[in-house]
């Protein structure tokens, strides 16, 4: 795997994502109590034996930065590297990536100079957990120009995929980009090509791509400069490429999420709490998740009720019931709260007992959740102040809002309250 270049690809501006994404990049959204979703291409990685890795990205990527200079230090002594490129203006170019191929375009030069054999291009946004060597050795022994890592999908969610055909051979002949209507319907296939039976062949009759490429170096470079006005892999550069290169597939057949929206961010940071086996687990001592050491405290629970729920390191939780929810560092609730299926991201920093009791005394709301507080269905960003006894259960069930000047928006009926939100006590939303 030394001759592999991994290119994980950080996303646009991450509007699906937004409010997360108002003040950090995607990939640099929390995840699971502690991590990033960087953290997930990049420990692949790693665990995969590739250790030559740039991260594209050009919103605002310096937390992302922070995180990845500070967590992923490799030796003096080895190529090893994680690395950010940000968007940049050059005499060849005006900055702005304007799609995935384009972004990698625009560094080719630099990528150029690596005395690899093939580019792996990852995205910064999914939950799973996968062996790259695999991929790649799949890639070498069916001499592919590239090859593209799928999985079987069901027809509600085909639609937001790029969608493919093979041959018996595992060759792809057509692909589509989140194809709809009779496009969609045209790109049904048996899937027991891909192992499935026949009972799950019906359910997932299509073949997605979940946007992981291997591409021989030569052929990446030439795909990328002898069609200039191709700014997409998946939109233009794959499908172009398919009627004269060897574009292979591989199933992937274990847990993978595309979290790129805010219900199904939500979603897949519930499910990791669930029992008796949540689908992904980051309880595997073979291929650990890998992220920014912060040395803090163990989290300190006191006189609580907590069922089917994660909490980070470094929290302090009193006389308080938390189900179904995930707690990121330094969260902090204070005394007979109630967290029902909540996603909170923590805090960057702690408040010490003096400057919460003098916010308390001078009628501020300090950091973290005021007591009598009732939270249902919600993402907490970081650094947010709740103050006693509110209640955020969207009892209207609103599905979409945007209350930005009062630190919250609703997105598929999920109250999202905004980093460094201040909620007044006795809120009701």
């Known amino acids: 795997m030394k001759r592999v270049l991994s290119i994980i690809l950080g996303g646009g501006a991450g509007t699906r994502l937004y409010p997360l994404t108002k003040m950090r990049a995607k990939p640099a959204v929390p995840l699971a109590g502690k991590y990033r979703l960087i953290d997930i291409p990049v420990s692949n990685c790693i665990n995969s034996d590739i250790n030559k890795i740039y991260v594209l990205t050009q919103f605002n990527s310096a937390s992302l930065n922070r995180h990845l200079s500070r967590g992923y230090n490799f030796s003096n002594f080895t190529e090893g590297f994680v690395e950010v490129?940000?968007?940049?203006?050059?005499?060849?170019?005006?900055?702005?990536?304007?799609?995935?191929?384009?972004?990698?375009?625009?560094?080719?030069?630099?990528?150029?100079?690596?005395?690899?054999?093939?580019?792996?291009?990852?995205?910064?946004?999914?939950?799973?957990?996968?062996?790259?060597?695999?991929?790649?050795?799949?890639?070498?022994?069916?001499?592919?120009?590239?090859?593209?890592?799928?999985?079987?999908?069901?027809?509600?969610?085909?639609?937001?995929?790029?969608?493919?055909?093979?041959?018996?051979?595992?060759?792809?002949?057509?692909?589509?980009?989140?194809?709809?209507?009779?496009?969609?319907?045209?790109?049904?296939?048996?899937?027991?090509?891909?192992?499935?039976?026949?009972?799950?062949?019906?359910?997932?009759?299509?073949?997605?791509?979940?946007?992981?490429?291997?591409?021989?170096?030569?052929?990446?470079?030439?795909?990328?400069?002898?069609?200039?006005?191709?700014?997409?892999?998946?939109?233009?550069?794959?499908?172009?490429?398919?009627?004269?290169?060897?574009?292979?597939?591989?199933?992937?057949?274990?847990?993978?999420?595309?979290?790129?929206?805010?219900?199904?961010?939500?979603?897949?940071?519930?499910?990791?709490?669930?029992?008796?086996?949540?689908?992904?687990?980051?309880?595997?001592?073979?291929?650990?998740?890998?992220?920014?050491?912060?040395?803090?405290?163990?989290?300190?629970?006191?006189?609580?009720?907590?069922?089917?729920?994660?909490?980070?390191?470094?929290?302090?939780?009193?006389?308080?019931?938390?189900?179904?929810?995930?707690?990121?560092?330094?969260?902090?609730?204070?005394?007979?709260?109630?967290?029902?299926n909540v996603l909170w991201l923590g805090s960057d920093y702690y408040q010490s007992l003096s400057k919460r009791q003098a916010d308390l005394d001078q009628g501020r709301v300090p950091l973290g959740i005021g007591e009598n507080t009732v939270i249902r269905k919600a993402i907490v960003d970081k650094n947010a102040r709740i103050g006693k006894n509110v209640k955020i259960v969207n009892k209207a069930q609103v599905e979409e809002a945007n209350h930005e000047d009062e630190g919250f928006y609703i997105r598929s009926g999920i109250v999202v309250i905004l980093k460094n939100a201040i909620i007044p006590d006795g809120t009701e939303i």
């Open 85 to 340: 490129l940000a968007a940049q203006q050059t005499p060849d170019n005006s900055g702005w990536f304007e799609g995935t191929a384009d972004a990698v375009r625009q560094y080719l030069q630099l990528l150029k100079e690596w005395d690899v054999d093939e580019y792996l291009i990852l995205s910064g946004d999914h939950l799973y957990r996968m062996d790259y060597s695999r991929f790649v050795q799949r890639h070498r022994d069916t001499n592919a120009d590239i090859t593209i890592s799928v999985v079987p999908m069901d027809e509600r969610r085909a639609s937001a995929f790029g969608l493919m055909k093979l041959d018996e051979s595992g060759r792809v002949g057509d692909f589509c980009e989140k194809p709809t209507g009779d496009e969609l319907t045209q790109m049904q296939v048996d899937t027991t090509l891909l192992g499935l039976n026949a009972d799950q062949a019906r359910e997932q009759p299509y073949i997605a791509s979940m946007g992981i490429y291997v591409f021989k170096k030569e052929v990446l470079i030439d795909l990328l400069e002898s069609n200039l006005e191709h700014t997409d892999f998946g939109k233009e550069v794959i499908p172009t490429a398919a009627a004269n290169h060897n574009i292979q597939a591989f199933l992937f057949d274990d847990y993978w999420e595309d979290i790129g929206t805010i219900e199904a961010f939500y979603e897949a940071n519930l499910a990791l709490a669930q029992q008796p086996k949540p689908k992904f687990s980051f309880y595997d001592e073979q291929a650990p998740i890998y992220t920014r050491a912060r040395y803090l405290p163990p989290s300190k629970i006191l006189d609580c009720r907590v069922t089917e729920s994660i909490i980070g390191e470094g929290c302090i939780v009193k006389k308080s019931q938390i189900h179904h929810s995930v707690l990121g560092v330094r969260s902090y609730v204070d005394d007979h709260c109630t967290l029902d």
